[in-house]
């Protein structure tokens, strides 16, 4: 009897212990099932909004914004310190202060000096109108009397913390301006410089632009003392370059205003692709193919179109990210888009060049003395935008400039309307140049809010005032 009872038990035993096994099995079964459902309708859901967008995005538009961001780095973008809550135009207020008048005198201490420490550089990124605001700028300078340097090979300036690595024989090692990135590593960067003392010859006339010196090394005693513009290809960040040689000068702190150009982003792609190859006689075709091949490639690779960070990037956050092997486009864009908000930069739009030029002679040429010069680069007085459409954006043709600096064999717009009727290539272009159209979306918004900003400070002061 003993014997089939224990093994009554112990089938009793066994069974419930395969049993439980069989629950947790169950129970692990169901809670696959339940995470698999889960993960596929969020899957659904955001496959469905990614739909949406692109249905709204329209398919003719030249500039359409149907590009499949990441949501994060959208939602990400711009985050103003929640503690001091302003208006757009009381956010840009500070960026447009007047810096500078025009005085047709050489002495720097009288009123054609708002702020005698103060320069503008003008960063020129490729293929926004830089050639222009050049000899804009230095036409403006020798009117105004600014010493100007027209800087080249310099957009990979290094930090000033590494400057001990090239030397020369008539300054100190630190104050050479040097190259720390990019294909010119290791190499001076160098300008064009015209002083403030070169603007008078002996019969007291100011300088051309042709008779502004041969090109020579950056360097700070120069920039610093002599200079009040640089334009040319030179990145956010020049101010660390502006240490004082004499550290016991108090008065050679410098404060630094800067100017960019921003340019849709496939115009811009496109028109530097022309650029490079408009001494190689390249048909239209050719350039198309050309754009395929590169486009396709990058893409390939993994790798988008960066038009911005060489310039917008400073010295020390290039240090940052190209000393981390894991850094990724995203990551450079957000913070170019952390520089566009709090960084002093003066925005210009190449498409709305009226509106921008306006702009900049409100902050360097603040009694408006060089109004015919800005208008022959392409800027609207007022009197004539109360019988022409204000927004050049809704009409470029009619306020473009007739010279054309750089000009290539074939226009931008043409290439790029055979681009749009190429179903295959188009959608894969707007991916290709989706972190640059995330930049120039900032930056015009930040233009607008720049120019409405401008237009109250003038309205402000059109007020007549009531004594009391």
């Given at each position: ?7 009554h038990?112990s ?19 169901l ?9 596929m ?20 538009s ?21 503690s ?12 447009i ?27 020129h ?18 009117a ?14 290094d ?50 632009p ?38 016991n ?220």
């Amino acid at each position: 009897m003993t014997a089939p009872l224990l093994h009554h038990v112990s089938t009793a035993a066994a069974f419930n212990s395969l049993l439980g096994k069989r629950r947790i099995r169950d129970a692990l079964i169901l809670f696959y099932i339940v995470t698999f459902a889960v993960s596929m309708a969020l899957s659904f859901h955001l496959l469905h909004q990614i739909q949406q967008e692109k249905r709204q995005a329209s398919p003719n538009s030249h500039h359409s914004n149907n590009l499949l961001f990441s949501s994060h780095l959208q939602q990400q973008r711009y985050h103003p310190d929640s503690s001091n809550q302003q208006t757009p135009v009381q956010q840009q207020n500070s960026m447009i202060d007047p810096i500078w008048t025009c005085s047709s005198s050489n002495n720097t201490s009288n009123t054609g000096t708002l702020h005698n420490n103060h320069k503008l550089v003008f960063v020129h990124v490729f293929k926004t109108a830089g050639m222009t605001m050049r000899e804009l700028l230095l036409r403006y300078a020798v009117a105004c009397h600014k010493g100007i340097g027209i800087v080249s090979e310099c957009s990979g300036l290094d930090t000033f913390n590494n400057s001990s690595s090239l030397s020369s024989s008539t300054t100190t090692s630190a104050s050479i301006w040097h190259n720390g990135f990019g294909s010119k590593q290791g190499q001076p960067c160098w300008m064009k410089a015209l002083p403030r003392s070169n603007h008078d010859n002996d019969n007291n006339t100011p300088m051309s632009p042709q008779q502004s010196s041969s090109p020579q090394q950056m360097d700070t005693d120069t920039v610093a003392t002599k200079l009040d513009v640089l334009a040319g290809h030179v990145p956010l960040g020049v101010e660390e370059w502006l240490v004082p040689l004499d550290n016991n000068n108090n008065n050679n702190h410098h404060t630094v205003t800067y100017l960019a150009f921003f340019r849709h982003a496939i115009d811009k792609f496109v028109s530097g692709i022309m650029y490079q190859k408009k001494d190689q006689n390249y048909s239209c075709p050719d350039i198309l193919e050309l754009i395929h091949k590169r486009v396709k490639g990058e893409l390939h690779q993994g790798k988008f179109r960066e038009g911005y960070s060489a310039y917008l990037l400073t010295p020390t956050q290039k240090q940052l990210f190209y000393t981390k092997k894991t850094s990724t486009v995203e990551e450079r864009t957000q913070q170019i888009l952390r520089n566009l908000q709090e960084q002093p930069i003066l925005v210009g739009i190449v498409e709305r060049m009226p509106e921008s030029l306006q702009l900049l002679q409100f902050v360097i040429d603040s009694r408006q003395e060089q109004t015919p010069l800005f208008e022959k680069f392409g800027m609207i007085t007022q009197e004539r935008a109360n019988v022409v459409d204000v927004d050049s954006s809704n009409n470029p043709q009619d306020t473009s400039q007739k010279k054309r600096n750089n000009p290539s064999k074939y226009s931008t717009s043409k290439v790029v309307q055979e681009l749009q009727k190429d179903a295959e290539i188009w959608p894969l272009l707007q991916e290709y140049v989706k972190y640059d159209t995330l930049i120039y979306e900032r930056a015009l918004q930040l233009h607008k809010q720049q120019y409405e900003a401008m237009t109250a400070l003038q309205q402000q002061r059109t007020i007549p005032q009531i004594d009391g």
